[in-house]
């Protein structure tokens, strides 16, 4: 199963540029999480945003979560050439168990260009 | 922080027999362990919940005769893909609850020839 869409699925951008990533969800969510993936390789988990937060900060990453909209955006500053990766947003869903799953979107496949 | 540790990372292997990949929580105790597959240039989908000590739980479409997964301890996850075909392959990751969150295990490359 997948939680939404996520917008673009493709972007490429100069270096430097900012690039801005949309994610929409379909259920109600304790967390929203932002994950990068390299090429073949395994997450790296870059920011959690709660449920009862609207915009959080970390380095170069901004993401806002808009839970009126089910809706989040991750925007990477100036961003690099090793920025270069697909970025998925992920939801723990609430699904009446007692544990929440955590369901990916689809993914934008970021591609920065030197 | 919370460590899963995922083996093996690649693994090839002929058609029609099994495989299975093993996802240990190396510092904390995980009940809840999560299933993933990703194919090429897709999102990770969920396959399984596998829950200590009791059945797994199994996505829609996910063939529960053919992922067979064990949760036998508190730290040991294991899924087994039986009578393995090309259609199989693909990266397996797994994930669990830590006090931190979740923590996703390095993933499990799957060729199938």
């Known amino acids: 199963s997948q939680q939404g869409e996520e917008d673009p699925q493709a972007l490429s951008i100069q270096e430097g540029e900012n690039a801005t990533m949309n994610c929409s969800y379909k259920?109600?969510?304790?967390?929203l999480q932002w994950y990068r993936q390299n090429s073949g390789r395994g997450l790296v988990h870059l920011i959690l945003?709660?449920?009862?937060?609207r915009e959080k900060h970390s380095g170069r990453l901004r993401v806002t979560l808009d839970t009126s909209k089910k809706s989040s955006s991750l925007l990477i500053t100036a961003s690099r050439a090793a920025d270069t990766a697909s970025y998925f947003c992920?939801?723990?869903?609430?699904?009446?168990?007692?544990?929440?799953?955590?369901?990916f979107g689809p993914g934008t496949s970021l591609s920065v260009i030197p | 922080g919370a460590v899963v540790s995922q083996h093996p990372s690649r693994v090839i292997c002929k058609s029609g027999t099994s495989v299975k990949i093993e996802c240990r929580s190396l510092d904390f105790q995980a009940t809840t362990m999560f299933w993933y597959r990703q194919f090429p240039k897709q999102s990770l989908m969920l396959m399984a919940t596998s829950n200590e000590g009791s059945k797994a739980t199994y996505e829609q479409g996910v063939e529960k005769d053919k992922f067979l997964i064990n949760h036998a301890s508190l730290t040991l996850s294991t899924l087994t893909v039986t009578s393995a075909h090309p259609e199989d392959s693909s990266f397996y990751i797994c994930?669990?609850?830590?006090?931190?969150?979740?923590?996703f295990g390095s993933g499990t490359r799957l060729t199938v020839v």
């Open positions: 994930s669990a609850v830590a006090i931190g969150g979740y923590t």
């Open positions: 992920a939801t723990d869903a609430h699904d009446g168990t007692s544990y929440d799953k955590v369901i």
């Open positions: 945003i709660r449920s009862n937060e």
């Open positions: 259920t109600s969510i304790n967390n």
